[in-house]
Each structure stands twice: as structure tokens, then as C-alpha cells.
């Protein structure tokens, strides 16, 4: 797909207005049973448009890998996605993905829909049921905008407490399984609830690594930009993180370089408590995901 050449935010921003401004001509007018009628369909054309400019603002703003959208890039769709509702992909708690599992049949399974997806960018929706958990993982690369829609759900992130280490010192570091710790500082501990407000990371901030875990039932609209790609070296890859108090003997050595850097050593000292250590897993056994097809409003590409 080919991005206009003046594809910019304002253009997109401009689009949105005028849908509003439509919208509200459109409900002055009229009255009775055929306003009713009109306020319903206007409801279900309000759905479409929605999700509609917000894979317009997308296409917009993710230029391809190796780019991170603007502040006032990254304002307009964080405020697309706040104003998200449920309906306007297609969702409701009655759906057969929020129903409880036994626990007796293992772990619950999480259901993954795609809305949209090319080279720049994906549009996807999760669906996770009670107690379901998308283990701690990273995002290479990718800004990613997660929006929670539907019930409530647990979420601790971290970020890396150096993004690039020297790995030409890693011989300083201890010879044990421990080496392959490294060290993340926590962003987000904390219980959210839908409606919320949208969160956002980005390529090395913002909680590149999170972890989900579903408290109620819940359904969750992430944008990725660019997606995951094993061809283009941007696997996911799944991390077990451990307390700061675990760290092994030497590995300071390995992340500032040098043993005397004191001023380093104190202020990660100080901070402890926000400090864990995180160690490459591979994709665990218990994890379940699965694919449907996606039912929600459709789409156009044109």
C-alpha cells in the first residue's frame, strides 16, 4: 500500500473534524420514530467511521521501520484510541472469549484478531479471559499503542537501564548462568480498568517489555508500528524477570564499564525497589494464543 504524498497528521485531523461536524448536522435535524431510527443507523455508521479514521491517522503516521511518530503524531491517534469504544470493533462481554474457563482444563486461551495489517503497521484486538496471561515481552523496535476497552487487567513493564550495553566487556561479568541477566528499571505495577486512557511505549522507553495478566475478562485494541517481523529482525522475545536482589557478583561491570563508577552504582543503590533483573526465556509451554477472523466494522485500504 502507498501513502499519498500528503498523507500528513493535519490531513488526518481535518478528516476527523469534518466527521464530527457531520455528525452533529446529522442529529439536529429530524424527529419521532424517524430520528430514532436515523440516531441507530447513525450508530452503527459511527462505528465504522471510527475504527475507519483511526486506520486512516495509522497509515498517516507509521512511514515505515526505523521511524517513531512525532509528539503531535503520537497525541492525535493516543486521542483517537481514547474515545474507542467497545462497539466500535465489533465487541461486547457477551462474547465467547471473556467467558470463564475451568481451571481444570489449564490455562485460559488468548484469542488475537487482526483488523489491519501491512509492512508499517498492524491493528490488532486481544481478547483475554479471566486470569488469562500474555507473559513478560519485548517490542523491538516498534511504538505500540494499547488501549483497554473492555474489563480490567493487571500490567507491570519494564525498561532496559542501559538500551545498547558494551557487550565488548561482558567478559567481566560472571561466568554462571547469571550472565545472561540484565538489568531492567520498572515503569508500570499497577491495575487498570476500561475505561482507561491509552498507554504508549516506544522502541527503548515507555515499558518496552510488559507483561499482561486479566483480573476480568478484557479486550485490548494494539497498534504496532511497524509489526513484528522474524524476516526483518523483530522477533518477540519473552523474558522471566528476578529481584534486584538476586543481581550476581561483577555485573556492574559489564553495565557501566567500570568498577570505580561510583556515582552510577549509588543512584542504582538508591533505587532498589524499581530494579529488577531479566533473563531470555523461550515462548512458554503454557501459553495459548489463537487466531479468528475478524468481525468488526470493516475497513478501506483505497
Given at each position: 500500500m502507498k501513502v499519498g504524498e500528503k498523507g500528513d497528521v493535519v490531513g488526518a485531523e481535518e478528516v476527523e473534524r469534518a466527521a464530527v461536524a457531520k455528525r452533529r448536522r446529522a442529529g439536529e435535524g429530524g424527529g419521532g420514530a424517524v430520528g430514532r431510527r436515523g440516531r441507530r443507523r447513525g450508530g452503527m455508521q459511527g462505528a465504522a467511521a471510527g475504527v475507519q479514521r483511526l486506520f486512516q491517522a495509522c497509515r498517516h503516521v507509521f512511514r515505515g521501520p526505523g521511524t517513531v511518530p512525532k509528539p503531535d503524531?503520537?497525541?492525535?491517534?493516543?486521542?483517537?484510541?481514547?474515545?474507542?469504544?467497545?462497539?466500535d470493533v465489533g465487541l461486547s462481554p457477551d462474547l465467547k472469549f471473556f467467558r470463564a474457563k475451568d481451571a481444570t482444563q489449564g490455562p485460559p486461551t488468548i484469542t488475537h484478531t487482526t483488523i489491519y495489517?501491512?509492512?508499517?503497521?498492524?491493528?490488532?484486538?486481544?481478547?483475554?479471559?479471566?486470569?488469562?496471561?500474555?507473559?513478560?515481552?519485548?517490542h523491538p523496535g516498534m511504538t505500540v499503542?494499547?488501549?483497554?476497552?473492555?474489563?480490567?487487567?493487571?500490567?507491570?513493564?519494564?525498561?532496559?537501564?542501559?538500551?545498547?550495553?558494551?557487550?565488548?566487556?561482558?567478559?567481566?561479568?560472571s561466568s554462571s548462568s547469571d550472565s545472561e541477566l540484565r538489568l531492567a528499571k520498572l515503569v508500570v505495577d499497577d491495575v487498570f480498568t476500561a475505561p482507561c486512557d491509552t498507554s504508549v511505549l516506544y522502541p527503548t522507553t515507555g515499558g518496552n517489555m510488559h507483561r499482561f495478566t486479566a483480573i476480568a475478562p478484557c479486550a485490548i485494541i494494539d497498534i504496532l508500528g511497524p509489526p513484528y517481523s522474524i524476516e526483518e529482525d523483530r522477533d518477540c522475545t519473552y523474558y522471566t524477570d528476578f529481584a534486584y536482589t538476586h543481581r550476581?557478583?561483577?555485573?556492574?561491570?559489564?553495565?557501566?564499564?567500570?568498577?570505580?563508577?561510583?556515582?552510577?552504582?549509588?543512584?542504582?543503590?538508591?533505587?532498589?525497589?524499581?530494579?529488577?533483573?531479566?533473563?531470555?526465556?523461550?515462548?512458554?509451554?503454557e501459553?495459548?494464543?489463537?487466531?479468528?477472523?475478524?468481525?468488526?466494522?470493516?475497513?478501506?485500504?483505497k
Open positions: 503524531e503520537v497525541h492525535l491517534l493516543r486521542a483517537m484510541l481514547d474515545r474507542m469504544r467497545p462497539e495489517k501491512c509492512p508499517n503497521f498492524s491493528m490488532v484486538i486481544l481478547f483475554l479471559p479471566r486470569n488469562a496471561v500474555i507473559p513478560l515481552h519485548n499503542f494499547s488501549k483497554l476497552v473492555l474489563g480490567s487487567m493487571h500490567v507491570k513493564s519494564y525498561d532496559w537501564v542501559d538500551p545498547e550495553p558494551d557487550t565488548s566487556v561482558s567478559s567481566c561479568s550476581p557478583k561483577g555485573w556492574f561491570v559489564f553495565l557501566f564499564g567500570a568498577a570505580d563508577d561510583t556515582g552510577d552504582l549509588n543512584n542504582v543503590e538508591q533505587d532498589q525497589a524499581r530494579l529488577a533483573w531479566l533473563k531470555e526465556i523461550d515462548m512458554p509451554r501459553l495459548k494464543i489463537c487466531s479468528v477472523q475478524y468481525r468488526g466494522p470493516p475497513i478501506s485500504d
